[in-house]
């Protein structure tokens, strides 16, 4: 299983920006799916994150600006962020609890990560 995070960069603040995360390989089901963020020099944190039947999380820094969603038929969460602010500044990473199937028909349940992807906002 692979996490293919997309959709950072470099905006001013109050701008908005869409980051996607693509699921990919032997899915059998995807559960909660997330989105993380880390700051230079701090621990990861929750951004949002939502069960495969709608229920959603959001931390509080993301409420009212943020909007996480997820499309279970292309296995992809994404997360609409407005209102941008320099500390929303981070490498943000989406996550998703998997249930896979291996070459023999078994069935692995695995949390797993995608690789990041910066968002930078400028004041």
């Known amino acids: 299983v692979q996490l293919q995070a997309s959709g950072g960069g470099l905006v001013q603040a109050g701008g908005s920006l869409r980051l996607s995360c693509l699921a990919s390989g032997r899915i059998s089901r995807i559960d909660d799916m997330g989105w993380f963020r880390q700051a230079a020099g701090k621990q990861r944190e929750l951004v949002a994150k939502?069960?495969?039947?709608?229920?959603?999380t959001y931390a509080d820094s993301a409420k009212g600006r943020f909007a996480i969603s997820r499309d279970n038929a292309k296995s992809t969460v994404y997360l609409q962020m407005n209102s941008l602010k320099p500390e929303d500044s981070a490498v943000y990473f989406c996550?998703?609890?998997?249930?896979?199937?291996?070459?023999?028909?078994?069935?692995?349940?695995?949390?797993?990560w995608g690789q990041g992807t910066q968002v930078t906002v400028s004041s």
């Open positions: 996550n998703a609890d998997v249930i896979s199937t291996t070459p023999t028909s078994e069935y692995v349940a695995g949390r797993y």
């Open positions: 939502i069960t495969n039947s709608g229920v959603i």
